[in-house]
């Protein structure tokens, strides 16, 4: 073996530069292996702190309109932990200086406490003032795309009547991360926005008062989301249920849960 060993030895000696440059390869190839592994932990890690902390509900459903009673009906399905009742409306926007058609989702927040489940977070500007009928906040990437600052106005059509509506803050939010108009595949800043309006002003416009058409819901820790799907299906289907669905069908988290997939 004495002798084996030394011709090992001589013989790496003699390819020193050969085994050197391997063995870089070996050690660049690792590290970028961990560096990879990281920032995808990092990025999950992230991903998974933003909806804990801005409350990124778990099942949702729409519907065409339900009494507000029904929210108590909701929270006794097993295994339901929190519940909001929104107006959510499908809207088109007019904004100064481009042609282009625009859309915009337009959504009830509760009136003084704000948002219970997917709260948006402030970028600039202020939230909305109780009582203001006119504000609203809007989506960061929307805004940008258009140059929108707290202060400016956008014209909605709401229901068939124009109006004036004043933008009081930007804002992010986890339930739309992506951004993907109706019917479309991929993001589109530039024609299709966010905006979140005070709630009772958004019902009254629709004739909503006391009732609403969109759920969303987070969940015990054990619960079984199969059964309070079937459940929530169940008690909005005399109500124009268009059926519901977990946050793993959520369009924004799907598309996002796609990317992160694609990157591991």
């Known amino acids: 073996m004495r002798a084996l060993n030394l011709k090992l030895v001589r013989e790496l000696w003699a390819m020193r530069g050969q085994a050197l440059a391997i063995a870089a390869v070996i050690v660049g190839g690792v590290t970028t292996m961990v560096m990879f592994m990281s920032t ?15 409350r990124f509900a778990e099942v949702f459903a729409s519907l065409k309109r339900a009494p507000a009673s029904l929210v108590a009906r909701v929270q006794e399905i097993p ?42 977070y402030l970028r600039r500007g202020r939230n909305i003032e109780p009582s203001a009928d006119s504000e609203i906040l809007l989506d960061e990437a929307f805004a940008e795309a ?28 986890p339930e739309y991360i992506y951004q993907i108009p109706p019917g479309g595949f991929f993001p589109d800043f530039k024609r299709y926005g966010v905006l979140w309006m005070e709630q009772r002003s958004l019902a009254s416009a629709y004739d909503m008062e006391g009732a609403f058409n969109n759920l969303t819901l987070t969940l015990e820790r054990d619960a079984n989301i199969r059964g309070v799907t079937e459940r929530l299906d169940e008690l909005i289907k005399p109500y124009g249920g268009y059926g519901s669905y977990s946050r793993d069908y959520q369009l924004s988290n799907r598309f996002l849960a796609e990317e992160l997939t694609g990157l591991e």
Do not use: C
Not at 93 to 119: E, K, Q, T, W
């Open 40 to 54: 995808y932990d990092s990025l999950i890690y992230t991903r998974d702190s933003y909806y804990r902390e801005n």
């Open 79 to 120: 295994g339901v932990e929190a519940i909001e009742a929104r107006v959510v409306a499908n809207v088109k926007l007019d904004v100064a200086g481009f042609d282009a058609p625009v859309v915009g989702r337009i959504i009830g927040i509760p009136d003084n406490a704000g948002a219970l489940l997917n709260a948006t």
């Open 146 to 173: 258009h140059g929108f600052a707290p202060g400016d106005t956008l014209a909605a059509i709401i229901n068939g009547r124009r109006r004036a509506l004043t933008v009081v803050g930007i804002v992010l939010s």
